[in-house]
């Protein structure tokens, strides 16, 4: 309702494959190749988010792909190949470093970066990859790609004029969401705060199209269509001098998202955590990040550059998290 329907169908959700299809032992650590443990984590989030790595071992991506140079979803299949498949302990992922300019331009090899930052631009160049060869893709049928049937969802944001009461919605796709926790002590708390209507007025006042003229409304942004894998990053930057929030932000093994559906009656949305990235550090310009994540075997591993050790679900729902990745 509201929302374009697709003229084309690139990749049919009802072939995407939850479930791990192999069971086995966790792959390999990574090589931290100078200032790399924010792309290190990243990438092992990704390998072992199940219905990415099920399609990316099945190789259909390449077998298909006629990219010309770059192609972020051949490297992510080669590289979740060598990481799962192949009997090292420790792998160097040095064909993404090797075209880090590619993924982002503010990426340097040499330089720390953001694993938040690194995350959004891996699958905006993911979801390039997917749409390469196909032409005058309309922006709805753009959403129908294996990495927007994956992670994305859809927001509903509904303003309402406080004055005469007239409703307006507007749809915007996502990949990933940011939550505010400077006031929040869990995600449930930061979700009900994002699903919470805001007052627009003073400067931020909108443009009524009944009422002609700016008017004080507002606004209450919701879940409309949710994702496979639910991404959320909690926004720990204080403010832009790269004070860092410390706070430890409580965070379940199994979230519900139906309270912030746009139509929170019916059944529960049930997902369950399988990976997070923790960064530590005095403030959000240094530090390291390391991260935990979900083996195919069905138990929880830190992964900490080249080593990976066997870890419970107690440790793992104590971190100071900045990172969490859900699955349907």
Same mark, same amino acid.
Not at 36 to 47: A, D, G, H, K, P
Not at 293 to 302: D, Q
């Given at each position: 309702?509201?929302?374009?329907?697709?003229?084309?169908?690139?990749?049919?959700?009802?072939?995407?494959?939850?479930?791990?299809?192999?069971?086995?032992?966790?792959?390999?650590?990574?090589?931290?190749?100078?200032s790399?443990?924010?792309?290190?984590?990243?990438?092992?989030?990704?390998?072992y988010?199940?219905?990415?790595?099920?399609?990316?071992?099945?190789?259909?991506?390449?077998?298909?792909?006629?990219?010309?140079?770059?192609?972020?979803?051949?490297?992510?299949?080669?590289?979740?190949?060598?990481?799962?498949?192949?009997?090292?302990?420790?792998?160097?992922?040095?064909?993404?470093?090797?075209?880090?300019?590619?993924?982002?331009?503010?990426?340097?090899?040499?330089?720390a970066?953001?694993?938040?930052?690194?995350?959004?631009?891996?699958?905006?160049a993911?979801?390039?990859?997917?749409?390469?060869?196909?032409?005058?893709?309309?922006?709805?049928?753009?959403?129908?790609?294996i990495?927007?049937?994956?992670?994305?969802?859809?927001?509903?944001?509904?303003?309402?004029?406080?004055?005469?009461?007239a409703? @307006? #919605?507007?749809?915007?796709?996502? !990949?990933?969401?940011? +939550?505010?926790?400077?006031?929040?002590? &869990?995600?449930? =708390?930061? %979700?009900?705060?994002?699903?919470?209507?805001?007052?627009?007025?003073?400067?931020?006042?909108?443009?009524?199209?009944?009422?002609?003229?700016?008017?004080?409304?507002?606004?209450?942004?919701?879940v409309?269509?949710?994702?496979?894998?639910?991404t959320?990053?909690?926004?720990?930057?204080?403010?832009?001098?790269?004070?860092?929030?410390?706070?430890?932000?409580?965070?379940?093994e199994?979230?519900?998202?139906?309270?912030?559906? @746009? #139509?929170?009656?019916?059944?529960? !949305?049930l997902?369950? +955590?399988?990976?997070?990235?923790?960064? &530590?550090?005095? =403030?959000c %310009?240094?530090?390291?990040?390391?991260?935990?994540?979900?083996?195919?075997?069905?138990?929880?591993?830190?992964m900490?550059?080249?080593?990976?050790?066997?870890?419970?679900?107690?440790?793992?729902?104590?971190?100071?998290?900045?990172?969490?990745?859900?699955?349907?």
């Open positions: 309702e509201g929302m374009a329907l697709p003229q084309r169908i690139l990749f049919h959700s009802e072939e995407i494959c939850m479930d791990w299809q192999q069971r086995q032992r966790p792959g390999a650590g990574l090589c931290n190749l100078g790399t443990c924010y792309i290190n984590v990243i990438l092992q989030c990704l390998t988010t199940p219905p990415l790595a099920n399609y990316l071992l099945s190789c259909d991506h390449s077998q298909l792909c006629h990219c010309q140079g770059f192609c972020m979803m051949c490297i992510m299949e080669a590289h979740v190949r060598k990481v799962l498949r192949s009997s090292a302990n420790v792998i160097w992922p040095r064909a993404v470093v090797r075209d880090l300019k590619f993924i982002g331009e503010e990426f340097e090899p040499d330089t970066g953001d694993a938040y930052e690194f995350l959004c631009c891996a699958l905006e993911m979801q390039r990859a997917c749409l390469n060869g196909s032409s005058n893709v309309d922006i709805s049928s753009q959403t129908t790609t990495i927007h049937q994956i992670f994305g969802g859809f927001l509903k944001s509904r303003v309402t004029c406080l004055r005469c009461q409703v @307006s #919605d507007s749809y915007k796709a996502f !990949l990933h969401v940011l +939550l505010d926790i400077k006031a929040p002590s &869990s995600l449930t =708390t930061a %979700l009900e705060d994002f699903v919470t209507a805001k007052k627009l007025d003073g400067k931020y006042s909108l443009k009524c199209s009944k009422c002609e003229k700016k008017v004080t409304s507002s606004k209450r942004v919701t409309h269509r949710v994702p496979k894998v639910f959320v990053c909690l926004e720990r930057a204080a403010d832009h001098t790269g004070k860092k929030i410390s706070k430890i932000v409580e965070y379940p199994y979230l519900d998202l139906r309270p912030y559906m @746009s #139509d929170n009656a019916g059944e529960p !949305l997902y369950s +955590l399988y990976a997070l990235v923790v960064h &530590s550090g005095d =403030t %310009l240094d530090g390291h990040f390391f991260c935990y994540t979900k083996a195919s075997n069905g138990l929880w591993y830190k900490d550059d080249e080593s990976v050790d066997n870890c419970g679900i107690h440790t793992v729902l104590r971190q100071q998290a900045y990172l969490l990745f859900y699955a349907r």
